[in-house]
């Protein structure tokens, strides 16, 4: 039953760290240990709760709840407004850690890491890595604080890694090689596998496969022909079996900055100032990834379901959505590039029933280069007052130099946690 397995020694391990942002505020403030903690982007009842610690999970508050429906299951819940800081400081001290083991480690999120031994020095690498695991668990504890805990997960490949590290939180430490598979497959469901949500547990259902074991032993051409109609179905068949096929860095396709505007009062001045704040925001992105961009997209959500009429813009389905696009030509990376683009395209926008708004860059480029621009020299001059300001803002803090157009923005439009793809970190 074990035909196709990779039987190879497992040298993949995944870190997950537990409850990260609230663990975080739980080692920073001694106080709130061993007390329910939420943390949202904003301290108010409407907003929802983006993670919690384990003493709150256990009275019943989940992630996306509610601050107000939270407190209803959690009446002690303590909710604290979320610090970036905190969080990237904790990223950065958990890769020194596996940066001591292997030159080949990613960090998967903010608060995931993956370190592969194949490439490490032969002392470390022929180490028992059940052993190495647990000196990184009192490594994190030494050099981060003691109220950090992490999971971790050793598997031939990363995906059964990440499989492994989510097997006994908090805390726990697992191994899935070719030997117990089986076993640990049989005690999951479908959407325990990551990547499995219920619209790919459904096409594995319409083929009759309704556990993990039965998704094991499926032949790989109904897979890829049947159920994933694509090389996902391969993919699959392969992941599962402990082979590596999820070691991919893709490149950059967009980046963009959203907004929930934290009044339904805001002038139309006021609304354009906070997109001009997600405007500098999306072109240090931009740049800090040493690309120039050809697009720009800028959206708004209004209150209510009805359908407004609009020459301009375009609306969805159910009239609460508004965007529109421009292509350029010619690239572009400064700010006033991007926000010459944006501004323009805002002018129809449905100023008054405003819910939320963004922007985001695409057709991105390698390089930075010559500025160059429908709008000529000008912009191209500002390349190096571009990069100046990128690195007085890199050295003493975003934001010590901006736009005097989002004087007093950075008070609402505060950086969010950031959830996801790590390049900016």
């Known amino acids: ?132 695991g647990h000196e990184i668990k009192r490594r994190l504890r030494e050099e981060v604080g003691c109220a950090m805990r992490c999971n971790i997960g050793i598997a031939p490949n990363r995906f059964l890694a990440k499989t492994a590290a989510g097997l006994h939180k908090p805390d726990g430490l697992d191994v899935i090689t070719h030997q117990n598979l089986r076993e640990v497959l049989s005690g999951l469901s479908l959407q325990d596998l990551t990547g499995i949500a219920s619209r790919n547990e459904h096409r594995l259902n319409q083929v009759g496969i309704f556990t993990p074991l039965q998704f094991l032993d499926a032949d790989p051409l109904v897979l890829q022909k049947v159920v994933f109609k694509s090389v996902c179905g391969l993919q699959w068949h392969q992941r599962l079996r402990g082979w590596e096929v999820d070691d991919i860095e893709y490149d950059l396709k967009t980046c963009g900055r959203q907004y929930v505007l934290e009044s339904r009062d805001l002038s139309e001045r006021q609304v354009l100032q906070r997109l001009h704040h997600l405007v500098e925001a999306v072109g240090v992105k931009l740049r800090s990834q040493n690309k120039c961009a050809r697009g720009v997209g800028v959206y708004a959500r209004i209150y209510g379901g009805h359908t407004l009429a609009t020459t301009n813009g375009r609306w969805g389905r159910k009239g609460n959505y508004w965007h529109q696009k421009y292509l350029a030509p010619l690239p572009f990376y400064s700010n006033a590039a991007i926000w010459a683009i944006a501004s323009k395209l805002f002018v129809s926008a449905p100023m008054g029933s405003i819910r939320e708004i963004g922007i985001h860059v695409y057709h991105l480029h390698n390089g930075s280069g010559d500025q160059l621009s429908l709008f000529g020299d000008q912009l191209a001059r500002e390349q190096q007052v571009t990069w100046a300001i990128d690195e007085i803002n890199a050295r003493y803090g975003e934001r010590t130099i901006h736009s005097a157009d989002t004087l007093g923005t950075g008070v609402f439009v505060k950086t969010k946690i950031p959830f996801g793809s790590t390049r900016y970190m």
């Open 1 to 132: 039953m074990n035909e196709g397995y990779n039987t190879a020694r497992p040298l993949v391990m995944y870190i997950d760290l537990n409850s990260c942002f609230a663990t975080v505020e739980q080692q920073a403030r001694p106080m709130l240990r061993d007390r329910p903690v939420a943390i949202a982007n904003r301290r108010t009842e409407h907003t929802s709760i983006v993670t919690a610690s384990y003493e709150a999970k256990a009275a019943g508050v989940k992630l996306g709840m509610k601050v107000r429906d939270a407190k209803v299951f959690c009446p002690d819940l303590v909710v604290l407004e979320s610090d970036p800081p905190k969080y990237r400081y904790v990223y950065h001290k958990l890769m020194d850690i596996m940066r001591d083991y292997s030159p080949s480690f990613t960090m998967k999120s903010i608060d995931e890491g993956v370190i592969d031994f194949a490439l490490s020095p032969a002392a470390i690498r022929n180490r028992d890595l059940v052993e190495v």
